[in-house]
């Protein structure tokens, strides 16, 4: 296994939105991993996230911050159920009035979380050393 560099990115717009929406599809992570701090307008999550990057099959665990954030919404994510496991499919931005608008993480099973952010704010960050897995994402056609 290749050793590959940790993942630092940092998003200011849509665009650079979609670069990290990439780097974190089939990122797997629990409820309880999810956590909004209102007073500090911080939306964090942690999970496992499969580096497509990388060669030979590896997660990592990695975490998204986002910034600026108002108001947070779920659907069909149950705050409760802190062990239920989310499959992140995409990450993305529909502007506002500018610079914000609404941060959608969308997830497996029809589920999503949707921040109004004042401006787009996110950093995805890798905070360990990756691991081996047996299990690839697939994707049928």
């Known amino acids: 296994m290749a050793k590959t560099p940790p993942l630092r990115l940092l998003a200011q717009d849509a665009d650079d ?73 995409t990450v993305t931005f529909d502007a506002g009035e500018a610079p914000g608008g609404l941060v959608t993480i969308s997830c497996a099973g029809g589920g999503d979380l949707r921040a109004d952010v004042e401006c787009l704010d996110a950093v995805l960050a890798d905070v360990s050393e990756p691991w081996p897995t047996l299990r690839a994402p697939a994707h049928g056609d």
């Open 17 to 89: 939105l979609a670069i990290i929406s990439a780097a974190m599809q089939d990122a797997v992570a629990r409820v309880g991993d999810i956590s909004y701090e209102p007073k500090a307008r911080l939306l964090t999550m942690s999970f496992n996230r499969y580096c497509w990057e990388a060669e030979g099959g590896v997660r990592v665990r990695s975490a998204l911050q986002l910034g600026g954030v108002l108001k947070v919404q779920a659907r069909k994510i149950r705050r409760g159920a802190r062990d239920a496991v989310l499959e992140v499919l």
